[in-house]
């Protein structure tokens, strides 16, 4: 804080790391603050750890997938405050793992500049993001085609359609209960062919999936 400048005065913070947390040491009738590295009291583990940037420019599917990948017993991957570029790959989220962002209710509200948005997957269409194994699953993001535009009359809405292509979240590999028991849920997909696809992985659940995309949820052998 600066001398002498009031609290509302003060410039908004970035996002904490962890080492900028303080701790409160308690001992009998004593307590006394200390600093330091508290990453792993944090809601999971961070793409900006392994070297995401979240600019929604830079490719980050390296980043994200070794933060996945160090979940090997399931886990958070916090992907709050970024804009996540996918741009290279699938993205392969593990059993147990759950890319978490804190939307309840993102929406598409009229006019709506989603090139700001963030916590927020901007996937390259050629690629998804797969649910790879069971328990895997995605909660409160937004998920936007890379190049997605926002219409400002009838012929841009009508040439955005036309570019709607690729599956925002695909659900195991088509082969008999490689991914059940997967979740989906308040997550807004826009831009795509299929928002959702799961063929022959059971008991997945999807709740408060909102989506604008050609075809919305494709389900087959879903028993």
Known sequence: MTTGVKTSQEAPAGPLTGAELVRIVQNGGNAKATTGAMAGLAYGVMPRTFGAVGDGVTDDTAAVQAAI?????????????????????????????????????????????????????????????????????????????????????????????????????????????????TYVGNCLVLGFEYAYYNDYNERPRIEYLSADCTNGLYLNRVY
């Open 69 to 181: 990948d160090s979940l090997p017993n399931g886990g958070v991957v916090n992907c709050s405050g970024g804009r996540w570029l996918i741009d290279s790959a699938d993205l392969i989220v593990k059993k147990g793992v759950t890319l978490w962002g804190p939307w309840l209710n993102l929406g598409e509200p009229d006019g709506q500049d989603y090139s700001n948005i963030q916590s927020a997957f901007i996937v390259n269409p050629l690629y998804t993001i797969r649910l790879a194994q069971e328990f895997s699953a995605i909660e409160g993001m937004g998920i936007f085609r890379k190049g997605l535009t926002t219409p400002t009359d009838a012929t841009t809405a009508l040439a955005a359609i036309a570019a709607f292509a690729g599956t925002a979240i695909t659900v195991g590999y088509g082969v008999s209960k490689d991914a059940s028991d």
